[in-house]
């Protein structure tokens, strides 16, 4: 056989692989469109928020932006806590059970109460320590005193907000996993439009309030965590008839022990890879710190602008999770590995368009913020290597996800969070420490092991034996309460 044959001959099988069907993008669409409007609008206000507070001053930003790093494996840990009753509830969903989605939602509860006692201890008794340790570069004593300041404010103010943010995601994770994911968007496009609001009120000291700067950042985010709360939790309560799972969620808190324990052997490796990793990217963050404290503004607007153009393929994400998930709780195992491939290629397509639009406008949106040049032309570099590794990224993501919905749990810690630690982590520590690279060259090198991450995702999807069943035998236990 020729090559021209050959080539003829393989791409139908190519097609059926990796390209769906008019049905199957309009379900991806109907999934994801609501998720990248409300991702889109929630960047995009951080985006304002971001430049409202670098209007005010570089340590200001830079303050605000280590606070919220920490912030950022907060989050991590609510995500990863409630992933496993996630992979619970997509499957129960697919199954017709609605029984064991109020299990489910009552594990979530469960679980966020611990994740918030343990946040808040940690944050309360060594904020300090930690906002400090991003402060090691090279620069001015009194800058990084500064910064210091103005994180411990921002962070402080920033704790009366955890609670009903752990709330909104334990409602929001629950409609997405079922695939309703409209009414999460309108609370989440809500409470950003109030942040927006008191941003511009309480930061700058509009329509008679006081000038509050970081302190009014953090102020207007907590009022607007507690607008979304609102808005998702009286909305699904009113709305029985359609959610069923919630009628009666709160007459008992109890869990059957045996779906709570499967539960939590599920999701304890989620929980411990998302703080894991969120963890490591703090890491890294506080390794390229090291070179100099512009460094620390730069990746603040770096990232505030990358994430704006990441929500494509983070998006799919839940797509995967809900579609694959779905397909499995059904028993359908050859859908669910058929969605997974479309699913990757989709993204990544997306992610080649969206990147080359990235490495487009990187010179000219850091001239927006009142901040250096050399700051400016930093974060411009830095976005061009995301731009470039946005593919990669894609695919390990739409990989984690789809090892998750087969619930092996273990498998995405090794996958993601061990393999940050083990490689990621050491190689950017090397580099910083003993190569003599400047922090141009030093920045893609660090992230070149994605790459090798991303053919060990698609290597693992291949072998297919994360496709399980996990829902098989009900939410029937020993009838023994784990809680409540």
């Avoid at 979530?108 to 340790?133: E, M, P």
């Avoid at 290597?385 to 593919?391: C, E, L, R």
């Avoid at 990224?393 to 619930?407: K, N, P």
Wanted: proline share 3%; with cysteine.
């Amino acid at each position: 056989m020729n090559k021209t044959l050959y080539i003829k001959s393989i791409l139908p099988r190519l097609k059926r692989t990796f390209i769906g069907d008019k049905k199957f993008y309009k379900t991806v669409l109907a999934l994801v469109i609501p998720i990248i409007i409300q991702n889109s609008i929630t960047n995009f206000v951080n985006l304002l928020d971001n430049i409202m507070i670098g209007q005010v001053g570089t340590a200001q930003m830079s303050g605000v932006a280590i606070a919220n790093q920490l912030m950022f494996v907060f989050y991590l840990a609510v995500f990863g806590g409630l992933a496993g009753a996630g992979i619970f509830a997509a499957q129960f969903f697919g199954a017709g059970d609605n029984e064991g989605l109020r299990y489910t939602l009552r594990y979530k509860l469960w679980a966020s109460a611990v994740i918030l006692a343990v946040a808040l201890a940690v944050f309360l008794s060594g904020g300090d320590w930690l906002i400090s340790l991003f402060l090691k570069g090279e620069g001015d004593p009194s800058e990084a005193a500064a910064i210091l300041e103005y994180g411990r404010v921002y962070l402080r103010i920033m704790l009366w907000g955890l609670l009903p943010f752990i709330l909104s995601q334990v409602y929001g994770s629950t409609l997405r996993e079922i695939g309703d994911t409209m009414v999460p968007m309108v609370a989440s496009v809500a409470a950003v439009l109030t942040n927006l609001c008191f941003n511009w009120v309480l930061i700058f000291g509009k329509l008679g309030f006081p000038e509050m700067g970081v302190a009014g950042a953090a102020i207007a985010t907590v009022i607007s965590r507690y607008v979304e709360l609102v808005i998702i939790a009286v909305y699904t309560h009113m709305n029985t008839a359609r959610f069923g799972f919630v009628a009666g969620v709160y007459r008992s808190m109890r869990v059957p022990r045996g779906l709570a324990l499967t539960i939590f052997n599920k999701g304890m490796p989620l929980l411990a890879n998302e703080v894991l990793w969120a963890v490591g990217v703090s890491a890294l963050t506080q390794i390229f710190s090291t070179y100099n404290l512009n460094v620390v503004g730069a990746l603040n607007i770096a990232n505030t602008i990358t994430n704006l153009f990441n929500v494509a393929f983070i998006s799919m994400g839940s797509a995967v999770a809900v579609m694959v998930g779905q397909a499995l709780g059904a028993g359908d195992m050859q859908r669910a590995k058929e969605y997974s491939w479309k699913l990757i290629f989709f993204s990544v397509c997306t992610c080649i368009i969206i990147g080359a639009v990235l490495v487009a406008v990187a010179p000219v949106i850091p001239r927006i913020y009142n901040t250096t040049e050399d700051v400016r032309k930093l974060s411009a570099h830095f976005m061009i290597v995301s731009a470039f590794y946005m593919p990669f990224f894609a695919i390990s993501h739409c990989a984690y996800f789809t090892i998750r919905s087969g619930g092996k749990t273990f498998i995405t810690l090794v996958f993601d969070s061990a393999y940050t630690w083990g490689v990621i982590v050491p190689v950017a520590y090397l580099i910083a420490k003993y190569a003599d690279f400047d922090i141009y060259t030093a920045y893609p090198v660090c992230y070149f092991p994605d790459v090798l991450k991303s053919v060990l995702g698609l290597y693992i999807i291949k072998k297919g034996r994360w496709a399980q069943n996990i829902v098989a035998n009900g939410t029937e236990s020993e009838g023994v309460r784990c809680f409540g």
